[in-house]
């Protein structure tokens, strides 16, 4: 896989465990300006995936014609936390387009904080699908095809007109033709695509004045996902942390399985990452020390974390190598 050291974990100043990746910075012409290991390797881009799948939803006008708002964009685009903003908009949303939590084909879930998980266990009881963190993707399926007038059953099922469309557009816009497709773990299609074309693709959207009649809805997303970075994920989600951190100059979204990506207009190019091993706090440590060494942060603080043990005692560090 040929994957560098890029993160690691110290205890009581001994090496205690390395956690390897590859990332690759690219622009819309497909120049690659900086790579860490082999950015050939392939990936699903999990909810990383969520910029491209948004502008599948609302291209063509659709964004205008359903009359969104840009919040309800940036929920869209969302890997949210369901905070208690998160959850009066998924069932606000649900009422407005006259549908019911049912319709949402991802699984119930609990919020993601603790303290959000007691308030919801006391309150309802039961997980819920609006507490899914993907529940507002699935609100832009359901509203984008009641506007289509497509059947919102199945509407999760690669078969589904809405997923076509979306394996056409990456492929459209990677320039790599999707192969195999996996299933999300919110039940969506995910494609499995190698990491310096899934960067492409987003870099595209960086560069969205190449989308001709797309490019005002691409701005848009970009710029709603950057307007309101907590409705993006949470007041503790690391990708809304480095967006506030970069002042209106990155999107960055997470996914699952040690996956990140940073959408960059001002250099019209797109910056992905892959842990290879999955484990999510590296490649929160790792996104986040790419970004201060490509000076779109300026916060050493976010590239290494120390470690403490049960008695909120220091005991070690957890810092970018790369």
């Given at each position: 896989m040929n994957?560098?050291?890029?993160?690691?974990?110290t205890r009581s100043n001994f090496t205690e465990s390395v956690h390897r990746g590859a990332a690759v910075l690219i622009n819309s012409s497909?120049?690659?300006?900086?790579?860490?290991g082999n950015s050939n390797i392939l990936i699903y881009p999990r909810s990383a995936l969520k910029p491209i799948q948004s502008l599948n939803l609302y291209k063509d006008g659709v964004a205008e014609?359903?009359?969104?708002?840009?919040?309800l964009i940036a929920l869209t685009t969302a890997s949210h936390h369901a905070e208690n903003i998160h959850q009066k908009m998924i069932i606000n949303w649900l009422k407005k387009i006259h549908l019911r939590e049912k319709h949402l084909s991802c699984g119930p879930s609990w919020p993601w904080?603790?303290?959000?998980?007691?308030?919801?266990?006391?309150k309802y009881k039961i997980k819920r699908k609006i507490f899914h963190n993907c529940s507002g993707k699935h609100c832009g399926h359901l509203a984008a095809s009641l506007?289509?007038?497509?059947?919102?059953?199945?509407?999760?099922?690669?078969?589904?007109?809405?997923?076509?469309?979306?394996?056409?557009?990456?492929?459209?816009l990677s320039k790599y033709k999707i192969k195999n497709v996996g299933v999300d773990g919110c039940t969506l299609p995910n494609p499995l695509i190698p990491l310096k074309k899934f960067a492409l693709a987003v870099a595209?959207?960086?560069d969205y004045k190449k989308l001709n009649e797309n490019s005002n809805i691409t701005q848009r997303i970009f710029?709603?996902?950057?307007?309101?970075?907590?409705?993006?994920g949470g007041s503790k989600s690391i990708n809304s942390i480095l967006t506030k951190l970069s002042n209106g100059k990155t999107f960055v979204k997470n996914g699952a399985e040690g996956i990140f990506v940073a959408m960059l207009p001002e250099k019209k190019s797109?910056?992905?990452?892959?842990?290879?091993?999955?484990?999510?706090?590296?490649?929160?440590?790792?996104?986040?020390?790419?970004?201060?060494?490509?000076?779109?942060?300026?916060?050493?603080?976010?590239?290494?974390r120390s470690i403490k043990n049960s008695a909120n005692q220091v005991i070690g560090s957890m810092k970018w190598i790369g």
């Amino acid at each position: 896989m040929n994957a560098i050291k890029m993160v690691e974990v110290t205890r009581s100043n001994f090496t205690e465990s390395v956690h390897r990746g590859a990332a690759v910075l690219i622009n819309s012409s497909g120049e690659i300006l900086r790579e860490w290991g082999n950015s050939n390797i392939l990936i699903y881009p999990r909810s990383a995936l969520k910029p491209i799948q948004s502008l599948n939803l609302y291209k063509d006008g659709v964004a205008e014609a359903l009359n969104l708002s840009d919040d309800l964009i940036a929920l869209t685009t969302a890997s949210h936390h369901a905070e208690n903003i998160h959850q009066k908009m998924i069932i606000n949303w649900l009422k407005k387009i006259h549908l019911r939590e049912k319709h949402l084909s991802c699984g119930p879930s609990w919020p993601w904080n603790i303290k959000d998980q007691f308030r919801a266990h006391r309150k309802y009881k039961i997980k819920r699908k609006i507490f899914h963190n993907c529940s507002g993707k699935h609100c832009g399926h359901l509203a984008a095809s009641l506007h289509k007038n497509l059947p919102i059953k199945n509407y999760q099922h690669k078969n589904h007109p809405i997923q076509k469309d979306l394996i056409k557009l990456i492929e459209d816009l990677s320039k790599y033709k999707i192969k195999n497709v996996g299933v999300d773990g919110c039940t969506l299609p995910n494609p499995l695509i190698p990491l310096k074309k899934f960067a492409l693709a987003v870099a595209q959207l960086a560069d969205y004045k190449k989308l001709n009649e797309n490019s005002n809805i691409t701005q848009r997303i970009f710029d709603s996902c950057v307007k309101f970075p907590e409705i993006t994920g949470g007041s503790k989600s690391i990708n809304s942390i480095l967006t506030k951190l970069s002042n209106g100059k990155t999107f960055v979204k997470n996914g699952a399985e040690g996956i990140f990506v940073a959408m960059l207009p001002e250099k019209k190019s797109a910056l992905a990452l892959k842990i290879t091993d999955g484990a999510s706090r590296a490649a929160e440590v790792a996104i986040a020390g790419i970004l201060s060494e490509l000076k779109i942060i300026n916060n050493n603080k976010m590239k290494k974390r120390s470690i403490k043990n049960s008695a909120n005692q220091v005991i070690g560090s957890m810092k970018w190598i790369g």
